[in-house]
């Protein structure tokens, strides 16, 4: 055993640590994911490690400050999504903590690690117990306790995961959500297997995976011919499955016109990546099982072409892709930066006055340097954030201090609150008048989200069926509905006693128009009093958003 630990050992910790939420990533999004398919902290938490990844994985500090300063630098800008803000802020203070140290005993990184508990539970304006914080506050008072004990780096780290692992499991009964899922808090899961994948480094029992690494400064895509790509097409895609049809069958097909092929089959859907020649057939077949959810196809010979060229191309001076761009000057007294997805929202933001649009949304959280590129190249003194989603506010915070601008977070907590406040935008007003006008807007809206259910389920006293369209309005279950006709008549009494003057109705990309349109005059019919306009939003996720004000 050891009793300290230098900037290397620190550096294949966390590259360690990284590993294990890439590896569990989709275990840890499954968490979250009951019952509406939005689970994505393990992404998030994946991302914003994966932010400072591959730095250390080409650089070893000399000792544990450098290592834990530039870990905490990129993980400041990469951070997405509540777990990965809160991940970014530990890590924040951590590295605080260990300032100033060539190596950190197992006493300096106990308390760096309550440090790094103290900075986040400082940042977050409400801190909720069930959650990673508590996990990680009381992996630090196991860490702090076993310090004072022995000297051994190891069995503080040990003592930290096992108080971690009781935390966790205590999640499921301090949150109430939690307690009716029946699951452990995602986030705090994912602490834990970092943790674990950091004492089984020091134990000898995990190894940094080399194949992240770069074995070459650039991959020499020239010495590869177009002829040795076999397979054209990358693809891509997820089938909700609608009957009982074997997946063997599938992976069978794939064997025949491709290569590459990764399967992964649960209860509610089939996820394939294949190379082929045929991705139309690859897709038709995908068909007969079920509805596609995803697809995605890219052609390897372009990328590699395209790859080819702009090695030979020589730039005099090669850009950092993740370079934040200085705040241009000002040219206005506000402006607004939006976030969104979906190419008809995007349009309806710019239309309403947005200077920049930062594509994100449920399940794909842009990251604080996202936010922050958008915010710098507004040409405005006062720049308003409109996050647009809970799990996005946070991220949006961090660009405060990160940007001459002066910057202002709108908490809106759904497009539509974000659509409601931005149509009260006006240069006229001062950047004081437009923030209350702003959050004023928020608390005259509400949301009705329509997407379908993950997995039979029991939830909140609602039966569920895998498939069936699930609706929620302001983030609370209404129901699960089994088609278009009993979906509109189970929204009906969650709007009527609302009154609402105006009721709009966003339809996702998933949705034909003509679906739309007929969704759309249903619901109108039964709310006569109100006036009820479609527009397309073309949003992912959600086959509906339905603004009531």
């Known amino acids: ?9 620190l550096r294949d910790m966390l590259l360690c640590a990284y590993d294990a939420l890439e590896e569990n990533e989709q275990a840890i999004n499954e968490l979250n994911v009951f019952p509406v398919p939005d689970g994505d902290t393990g992404a998030n938490m994946r991302l914003t490690l994966g932010s400072a990844a591959a730095d250390l994985r080409q650089n070893t500090a000399a000792n544990v400050t450098d290592t834990a300063t530039r870990v905490a630098s990129a993980l400041l800008r990469g ?36 440090a790094g508990v103290e900075a986040a539970y400082k940042a977050v304006m409400k801190p909720a117990e069930g959650t990673i914080l508590t996990v990680s506050r009381l992996a630090a008072d196991g860490a702090v306790e076993a310090s004072e004990r022995s000297p051994w780096f190891e069995e503080m780290l040990s003592a930290a995961l096992e108080s ?18 029946g699951v452990v808090d995602a986030g705090g899961y994912g602490y834990v297997l970092m943790l674990d994948a950091m004492l089984g480094y020091l134990e000898g029992r995990v190894t940094v995976n080399q194949a992240g690494g770069v074995s070459k400064a650039k991959a020499d895509f020239s010495a ?81 072409t395209s790859l080819e060229d702009a090695q030979t191309a020589q730039p005099a001076e090669q850009a950092d ?6 705040p241009v000057p000002a040219e206005k007294p506000v402006g607004a930066v939006c976030v969104c997805a979906g190419d008809g929202l995007e349009e309806l ?71 409601s406040a931005m149509m009260r935008l006006s240069p006229d007003m001062s950047a004081q008048d437009l923030e209350a006008d702003f959050n004023d807007a928020l608390s005259t809206v509400h949301t ?55 009721v ?46």
């Open 1 to 9: 055993m050891r009793e300290y630990i230098d900037g290397a050992a």
């Open 79 to 114: 951070a997405r999504g509540n777990s990965g803000v809160i991940l970014s802020l530990l890590f924040r203070g951590l590295s605080k903590g260990l300032k100033k140290l060539e190596t950190a005993t197992a006493e300096d990184f106990a308390q760096a690690m309550t």
């Open 164 to 181: 971690a692992r009781a935390a966790l499991a205590e999640t499921v009964n301090q949150n109430p959500v939690l307690k009716k899922a």
């Open 224 to 304: 590869i011919a177009d002829e040795e790509i076999k397979y054209t097409y990358c693809t891509e895609f997820i089938v909700r499955k609608a009957n009982k049809k074997s997946a063997d069958l599938l992976r069978a097909y794939l064997g025949n016109v491709g290569d590459s092929i990764v399967l992964v089959d649960d209860d509610d859907i089939i996820k394939v990546h294949v190379h082929t020649n045929a991705p139309g057939k690859v897709l038709t077949q995908a068909l007969t099982y079920g509805a596609l959810i995803t697809v995605k196809v890219e052609n390897m010979r372009e990328q590699h």
């Open 321 to 326: 892709p993740h370079a934040i761009p200085d």
């Open 349 to 419: 933001f710019r239309q309403l006055g947005a200077d920049g649009i930062v594509s994100g949304g449920q399940t794909m959280n842009p990251a604080t340097e996202d936010i922050l590129r958008a915010v710098n190249l507004t040409p405005a003194e006062t720049v308003f954030v409109f996050p647009n989603n809970k799990n996005i506010i946070m991220a949006a915070e961090q660009c405060i201090p990160l940007t001459s601008k002066k910057v202002i977070v709108i908490p809106s907590r759904t497009v539509c609150q974000g659509i």
């Open 448 to 502: 009705l989200q329509v997407t379908y259910a993950a997995r039979d389920s029991q939830f909140d006293g609602y039966d569920i069926h895998a498939g069936e369209y699930l609706a929620l309005m302001d983030g609370a279950l209404v129901g699960s509905f089994a088609d278009a006709g009993a979906l509109v008549d189970g929204l009906v009494p969650s709007i009527a006693p609302l009154s609402p003057e105006f």
């Open 504 to 549: 709009t109705v966003y339809f996702g990309q998933d949705v034909a128009q003509e679906d739309a349109e007929k969704f759309s005059g249903q619901l109108g019919e039964k709310l006569p009093e109100a006036e009820t306009s479609l527009i397309r939003g073309g949003q992912p996720v959600y086959y509906y958003m339905i603004s009531v004000e």
